[in-house]
């Protein structure tokens, strides 16, 4: 017996898909046999990505996403269910920061970090479950899944990040509503809260000094890599996921149990 990892048949939308998790997240979830439908503002980016894609055999598109712009998500879902089919699985991956202290912050940067992480966060995710909600009605034993992308961040308060500690710790908490709302319509919400991450974003800050004095002070002194994630993502996403539900998943290295 073993973990259910063929995703053939399937339609995946991730959004924040042009880097960094998001692509790694695209593609492994394409490797699983899943049509992947590739979201952000950044389309260039996601072409590159949806050409790496087919390059080792697998099906991507590319739809323009900003996901701070409730247009924008309605658009961009409804495209990508023309252009690939109903959506099974949402990875809610999109998200950004800033580092300073709470009292610098001002309500530009409050809003450009909540309409993102939250706002946006939801509305792509009510927009995607009013189509799951619609296509379980008429087939109460279609299984869908919603995974929320949120951080340890929303689970521990970090140093000069306090508004996006704020946030991710609404997505927790949304991860937990729309799991006992949605429930009933076979969609599974879930979170991944995952630790610090090495990716191309902030591979070089990981780097330096400042870097190197918070890689030292974690659990085992490194900061996990993009393919550390795959195992749960791919456990969330798929059929042998049934039972789990409003799972909030710390994936951190041992961060959070300190």
Not at 17 to 31: E, H, I, T
Request: hydrophobic share 45%; net charge negative; charged share 20%.
């Amino acid at each position: 017996m073993g973990i259910e990892v063929n995703f053939e048949g399937k339609i995946a939308l991730v959004t924040g898909a042009s880097s960094g998790l998001g692509a790694r997240f695209a593609k492994v979830l394409a490797q699983a046999g899943a049509q992947v439908v590739l979201a952000s503002r950044r389309s260039e980016r996601l072409k590159e990505l949806r050409a790496e894609i087919e390059a080792e055999g697998g099906a991507a598109h590319v739809v323009n996403l900003d996901v701070t712009d409730y247009a924008s998500i309605k658009s961009a879902i409804a495209h990508t269910e023309t252009e690939a089919g109903p959506i099974d699985i949402l990875v809610n991956n999109s998200g950004v920061s800033t580092t300073q202290r709470l009292v610098d912050v001002t309500p530009e940067d409050y809003n450009f970090i909540m309409d993102t992480n939250l706002r946006g966060a939801f509305f792509v995710a009510q927009e995607t479950a009013k189509r799951m909600i619609a296509r379980a009605k008429g087939d109460p034993t279609k299984a869908h899944r919603i995974i929320n992308i949120a951080s340890v961040a929303g689970l521990r308060v970090l140093p000069q990040i306090g508004v996006y500690c704020m946030s991710k710790a609404g997505v927790v908490q949304m991860t937990k509503a729309m799991a006992v709302e949605w429930g009933k319509y076979g969609i599974n919400t879930n979170a991944i809260c995952p630790g610090y991450i090495s990716t191309e974003i902030n591979e070089e800050y990981f780097a330096t000094e400042q870097g190197q004095k918070l890689v030292a002070m974690l659990p085992r002194k490194r900061p996990g890599k993009p393919e550390d994630l795959d195992g749960l993502l791919l456990l969330l996403a798929g059929e042998d996921a049934n039972f789990i539900n409003g799972a909030i998943i710390s994936a951190d290295d041992g961060m959070t149990a300190t």
